[in-house]
Nanobody, 122 residues
Framework: VQLQAYGGGLVQAGDSLRLSCAAS????????MGWFRQGPGKEREFVAT????????YYTNSVKGRFTISRDNAKNTAYLQMNTLKPEDTAVYYC????????????????WGQGTLVTVSS
């Protein structure tokens, strides 16, 4: 399984970005997909997850109402729409895939993309 995350960049507070995660080498629809982030000097943290069918999602509290995770199984791609970005959202964002069903923790994900940097200026 190979995952490639892209779409990061430098934006101002209040702006929006959409991250994409393209998967290859797997049956994409069989995997739970997640987004994590790692800010400067911080540990990697959970952001959002979506089940294989795309009808169940879950978010960390700090992004609820601002971020939306989605997936297009026909395109083998997962997305993270980020609205009303804040400086504290600055981090490297990673997409990940889990074959163990519902997964909210780093250790539950088996495959990781390389990360894409999101920088939010105030």
């Amino acid at each position: 399984v190979q995952l490639q995350a892209y779409g990061g960049g430098l934006v101002q507070a209040g702006d929006s970005l959409r991250l994409s995660c393209a998967a290859s080498g797997c049956s994409f629809s069989a995997y739970t997909m997640g987004w994590f982030r790692q800010g400067p000097g911080k540990e990697r943290e959970f952001v959002a997850t979506i089940n294989w069918g795309g009808d169940i999602t879950y978010y960390t509290n700090s992004v609820k109402g601002r971020f939306t995770i989605s997936r297009d199984n026909a395109k083998n791609t997962a997305y993270l729409q980020m609205n009303t970005l804040k400086p504290e959202d600055t981090a490297v964002y990673y997409c990940a895939a889990s074959s163990t069903g519902w997964a909210l923790h780093v250790y539950e994900y088996h495959y990781w993309g390389q990360g894409t940097l999101v920088t939010v200026s105030s």
